[in-house]
């Protein structure tokens, strides 16, 4: 009886190396991220003169709303439209042009 299992042609086995460069990526990305968060933080409390708690208060205004938007163009972008399928450019081109 054989029991291997048969592995489909779009599954890829990721080498260590290419899961370390992901992971640097990763790290430099949340690093800069990071950086800039704590730089606006000490700008918006020492410089600008407002307390740590409203500082964060704007942080987290900031992540909200940003995840609400998220979603709705995430939304849109999912649902075609009748002038945007017959299109000759294509879907997304549309939605990057008028998004730019």
Known sequence: MDTTKKLSASYVVIGVKEKIGYGFG?????????FVSLFLLFFY???YGI????????FVIARVID????????LRLIKPTADTVSCAHG???VR???VS
């Open 26 to 34: 990763d790290l430099a990305s949340n690093l800069s991220f990071g």
């Open 45 to 47: 409390t020492n410089i």
């Open 51 to 58: 307390s740590a708690v409203q500082a964060s208060l704007i």
């Open 67 to 74: 995840a609400i938007f998220n979603i709705l163009i995430g």
């Open 91 to 93: 879907y997304y081109t």
């Open 96 to 98: 990057f042009h008028w």
